[in-house]
């Protein structure tokens, strides 16, 4: 990933991602994404016209890079805060897909307030990893926010992706393999029956870090568990996987065949 740190703003950075195919304002030391933001787009997988809703989308990360890589139709952000909302928003513009992506302001806990029901065929979700008593709480608000349950838990967001979601519709996250028994149970009691689940270690000797889930509204029981990922090699390098997750997502429509 390279990095240009001009920007209007000075407490901003432009991160240039997927070999410079995407650029993405960030504050310097507010919310910024991470490599599970990359692992859930590249988990994702989305058919011609297919419509997404991005719920808690943050500064738009993972729906820029869905919109780049599919020619999918409608593509819709969801995220409270205002700030970030603007951020992604500008980010959308500096790629060249602000009428492709539709960023708005709206509550995961409210969703009847940003969409209609039974109106997407695809959700996906990053949601906070840590109970709101569980941790020592950032004191910069967007951090703590997108990390603590302030906002919505996965319950929440689970809820969300359900009232948004057609019958047959998919639902993507990544959530902390710690608590995998807790959202496996969460889809469930949605109706959103777990489908496809892949574990994420950082090295072969870790024990699970993530878990990247697919799950499908009113699916039927049965779950495929995907072989391992793992983040790193033996070095300090990314693993050969890694290398080739990122230069799949590197790859847009324009490319193909090329």
Avoid at 23 to 41: E, M, P, V
Avoid at 161 to 188: D, K, Q, S
Avoid at 190 to 197: A, N, Y
Wanted: charged share 30%; proline share 4%; net charge neutral.
């Amino acid at each position: 990933m390279g990095k240009d740190t001009r920007t209007e703003e000075s407490d901003e950075t432009v991160d240039e991602i997927l070999d410079g195919r995407l650029r993405i304002i960030q504050k310097k030391t507010g919310y910024r994404f991470s490599i599970d933001a990359l692992l859930l787009a590249h988990f994702i997988g989305l058919n011609e016209g297919e419509t997404l809703i991005d719920l808690g989308t943050g500064s738009g990360i993972v729906a820029l890079i869905l919109a780049s890589r599919y020619r999918c139709g409608r593509v819709v952000g969801i995220e409270i805060q205002e700030q970030l909302v603007t951020m992604a928003r500008r980010n959308a513009a500096l790629n060249g897909l602000e009428q492709g992506v539709d960023i708005r302001q709206g509550d995961v806990r409210r969703p009847q307030t940003f969409c209609a029901p039974l109106s997407f065929d695809a959700a996906v979700f990053n949601p906070p990893y840590r109970r709101l008593r569980s941790g020592r709480m950032n004191a910069d608000s967007e951090k703590a926010k997108a990390r603590h349950e302030i906002m919505g838990t996965a319950g929440d967001f689970l809820d969300a992706a359900r009232y948004a979601l057609r019958e047959g519709g998919r639902a993507y996250t990544i959530y902390p393999a710690t608590r995998m028994v807790e959202i496996l149970f969460r889809m469930r009691a949605c109706r959103i029956e777990p489908k496809r689940m892949r574990i994420v270690h950082s090295r072969p000797e870790d024990v699970g870090k993530f878990c990247l889930l697919e799950g499908v509204k009113a699916g039927r029981e049965e779950m495929a568990v995907l072989p391992p990922l793992y983040i790193y090699g033996e070095k300090k390098e990314y693993s050969s996987e890694m290398t080739a997750i990122f230069r799949e997502l590197s790859v847009f429509p324009a490319d193909d065949g090329d």
